[in-house]
């Protein structure tokens, strides 16, 4: 009787595990890149909600109107508070709120303002 010769594959586990941790591997990719694009949507929104109160609070400078005011700026509201700074006659403290429409807070800004 002539010999046997002949093998087993065995490299079939090592083989699934190589396979799963290929896929793990491209799922954390796949999330790092979801979670960073989602965090770029809100850092660009932040950014967007500063520069309207930069122009909010240059109009208010600008057209001295030194008065507690809200409006609506199409889903935001932006609210403006102004205020004697302490112990002072022509220092006025500017305070701007932005709320998205649900009532929560995107950004604040504070400033000083000298009035002659």
Request: net charge neutral.
């Amino acid at each position: 009787m002539a010999g046997m010769n002949w093998q087993l594959k065995a490299s079939t586990l090592i083989e699934s595990l190589i396979a799963m941790i290929i896929i793990v591997t491209c799922l954390a990719i796949g999330t790092m890149i979801y979670a960073n694009v989602l965090a770029s949507d809100k850092q660009r929104l932040q950014l967007k909600a500063i520069l309207i109160l930069n122009n909010e609070a240059q109009q208010t400078k600008a057209e001295k109107t030194f008065i507690d005011s809200e409006r609506q700026l199409d889903e935001w509201n932006i609210k403006k508070t102004v205020e004697h700074y302490e112990q002072t006659e022509n220092l006025y403290r500017l305070t701007l709120s932005l709320t998205d429409k649900e009532g929560k807070t995107i950004t604040t800004r504070n400033e000083l303002i000298a009035t002659p």
